[in-house]
């Protein structure tokens, strides 16, 4: 049996290892945090985009990743798990888009992005291999609507809405259903709690050594390593001579997670463009909430090889009491003028991820490479495979991209 090591266990690392199991490989999952999926995979809202968000990128290689990443999404999990998913269990209530005053971004710019959008879908609707979380929507989007309705008051100056079908995941139950699918898998031994040191090669693959944290080592022998880390990946890249060709930054962004006060109406979810925004999503199933607002939840940035031990540290959930209560407070006060009862949400917990990204200035630069994720995905190097997620929902499909890297083949265009 072919044997890998998957360093990470976040949603890429849990989908590769699916994917190398599913092809007869003999798979160690390897991480540093306790279990599976306790860092910036736990801490995001879940989206699974449609592509909406990236109008700046006017070549449409993003929105286009993010359409067919999405609508990879379900199919390629459901064929490695061996069965179909619940996920009206899962979704969120469907997202609208709200057009900031100041947008970066006109309504009619928008309005033609979501048009090409929409056409790119209506040639891959229907095909056996393309499914949106089990549904198959003949429209991704509406036309606007304007502001002033009992769901969106106006306020801040905001005109219009533009309602979606993209919706978010109920990640902890998302999170539960594949932990369980990776602990009853004959071909995957997980290894938590345990660092990362190093890659090196052998003459019959790689041996890679990690650490617990007693001090003990372990090196694990493999035929190929995948490199699916989130924070430490250009690090561990870098000792095997693989330097990354262009600038790179690593941010810290908090979110909140909690309930709706009761006798409140529940909030829609929306995402507020184009700009530096943020999100509410809200999840029917148990009257769930997340919640961000970026520029109270932006604390942190590092253009280093590796994020510095602040951002670590808060990643790993070491927060002040002080950081959340003005995360909370800044947060509820911005969101909450625009997306009615947020400002009486009760907040269960502040999460920090850390986010990955080519580039180094903000989403306010027009000319940020934060605005394009489509320059990502696997770097095959004679059986090292170093994989930048780029985003939660290209997960999948980056898998199995590197499943076709694992046998020679060229990976899939993209649409």
């Known amino acids: 049996m072919p044997t890998a090591v998957v360093l990470g266990a976040g949603i890429q690392g849990i989908c590769s290892a699916l994917a190398l199991a599913h092809q007869g490989y003999h798979v160690q999952l390897i991480d540093q945090a306790t279990n599976g999926m306790l860092r910036t995979s736990l801490v995001g809202e879940g989206k699974i985009h449609l592509g909406f968000v990236y109008a700046k990128d006017t070549t449409m290689r993003t929105p286009r990743l993010m359409l067919h990443a999405a609508m990879r999404f379900a199919p390629l999990l459901e064929k490695w798990l061996g069965s179909p998913l619940g996920w009206d269990q899962l979704k969120s209530r469907p997202f609208a888009y709200g057009v900031m005053p100041d947008s970066m971004v006109s309504l009619d710019t928008l309005l033609a992005s ?17 499914a949106y979380l089990g549904e198959n929507p003949a429209r991704l989007w509406s036309d606007p609507i304007g502001a002033g309705t009992p769901e969106f008051p106006p306020v801040h100056g905001i005109a219009h809405w533009i309602d979606t079908t993209e919706v978010a995941l109920h990640i902890p139950k998302f999170r539960q259903i594949l932990l369980r699918a990776i602990e009853a898998h004959s071909c995957i031994i997980t290894r938590y709690a345990q ?221």
């Not at 979501?114 to 393309?130: C, E, K, M, P």
């Not at 002040?320 to 947020?342: M, R």
Request: hydrophobic share 40%; with cysteine.
């Open 114 to 130: 979501y048009a090409r959008l929409q056409t790119v879908w209506d040639d891959l609707r229907g095909h056996a291999h393309y």
């Open 195 to 415: 660092r990362v040191e190093s890659v090196a090669r052998t003459a019959h693959g790689f041996c890679t050594t990690i650490c617990a944290p007693s001090g003990a080592r372990t090196h694990v022998e493999s035929e190929i390593v995948v490199n699916c880390l989130w924070a430490g990946r250009l690090q561990l890249d870098a000792q095997l001579g693989l330097m990354p060709t262009r600038p790179w930054s690593y941010r810290l962004k908090y979110s909140l997670r909690g309930t709706i006060a009761p006798n409140t109406p529940p909030p829609p979810t929306v995402t507020l463009v184009l700009g530096r925004y943020g999100d509410v999503v809200w999840w029917p199933q148990d009257n769930s909430v997340y919640a961000s607002w970026y520029p109270a939840c932006l604390q942190g940035w590092s253009q280093e090889l590796a994020p510095d031990s602040d951002l670590l540290a808060a990643a790993a959930g070491e927060i002040s009491p002080s950081t959340k209560q003005q995360v909370i407070a800044d947060t509820l006060n911005a969101l909450g003028a625009i997306v009615p009862g947020l400002g009486r949400m009760a907040v269960t917990s502040v999460g920090a991820g850390i986010i990955f990204a080519w580039g180094q200035s903000d989403i306010d630069d027009p000319a940020s490479a934060l605005h394009q994720r489509a320059d990502t995905g696997v770097l095959a190097h004679d059986g090292y495979f170093s994989i930048n997620t780029g985003k939660f929902t290209t997960a999948p499909l980056f898998a199995q991209q590197l499943v076709e890297h694992v046998h020679g083949k060229i990976p899939s265009l993209l649409v």
